[in-house]
């Protein structure tokens, strides 16, 4: 290689790298869609990650799409007078949840296997008829990503 093959060669991976470190560098939200995520909940055990999750994630991409996704044991924080291990009621963090445009939906199979009625939850709580159908739903034709805290 002679010497302006050698200093062209050299311009160009210069350039590549330049190039290269924009491309990942940036904000990852910007020109994208906003994320579609759903969370799942199958023991209200995690309820209180679950939600400061979602709330961490809207922090960062406040147009982000967000399902919670609740069956079994999950469902128990979305049930009126529901509290977590600290004495603090959930619903007040269910709220802002939803004001910030999140969804939470309860599993009609769990309600019916644990003789629930959809009156015994507060009224953020949406109902489908099953969770884990819902969960594959919005995967497979909602092209959401899944998280289970």
């Not at 330049?18 to 904000?27: F, K, N, P």
């Not at 199958?42 to 982000?64: C, E, F, I, K």
């Not at 291990?85 to 949840?97: H, I, S």
């Amino acid at each position: 290689m002679n010497k302006i093959e050698s200093s062209l060669a050299a311009w160009i991976t210069a350039g590549a790298l330049m190039l290269g470190g924009c491309a990942t560098s940036g904000d990852l939200t910007a020109n994208a869609h906003p994320d579609k995520v759903v969370y799942h909940v199958n023991d209200s055990s995690n309820a209180t990650a679950a939600m400061r999750n979602v709330g961490n994630h809207l922090d960062v991409n406040p147009q982000a799409q967000i399902v919670v996704v609740s069956h079994a044991l999950g469902v128990d924080f979305l049930m009126s007078g529901a509290r977590d291990k600290n004495g603090n009621p959930y619903n007040v963090a269910v709220e802002t949840l939803t004001e910030r445009g999140v969804t939470f939906d309860v599993c009609e199979i769990t309600l019916k296997s644990r003789k629930l009625e959809r009156k015994q939850f507060i009224p953020e709580a949406k109902f489908v008829p099953s969770g884990v159908a819902e969960i594959a739903k919005l995967q497979a034709r909602g092209g959401f990503a899944y998280i289970k805290p």
